[in-house]
């Protein structure tokens, strides 16, 4: 486990010393003005924009797995997600939607394309260096 502290939170001096464990976390105590205290375990913090994105693809019917693909984060975060933030769940509708991860020259022959734009409802995002276009087919 990694741990990261070289000054006091309170006031800020950089002497401190290991004050035994705390819940599995380290306890540290500063010599100058001998307040205790404990850090958090550095972790893998997911950046916000994958949370939004995740969840924008939810609301659009992508599936789980889908996202889990086109962003790289798993399912089963994004499914905490959903239920974290509260999203209701998305009720069965007559639509399939379908994705196509795309270059910046492939957008533009994309959307140069009229019949591209012409089938229907289309949405375009940036998913880090590429673009990906959600379009909706109809069930049968």
Known sequence: ???LQSECPKCHHDQITKSGMVK?????????????????KLGKEIDHKYVIKALQLYLEGVSYREIERILGVSHVTVMNWVKKYNIPKLEKIGYNPQYQMLNHSELLTFVINKENLEEGTAMITNVGAKYMVISWEKRS
Do not use: I
Request: charged fraction near 25%.
């Open 1 to 3: 486990m990694l741990y």
């Open 24 to 40: 599995g976390k380290q306890r540290y105590k500063c010599k100058k003005c001998s307040y205790n205290f404990t850090v958090p």
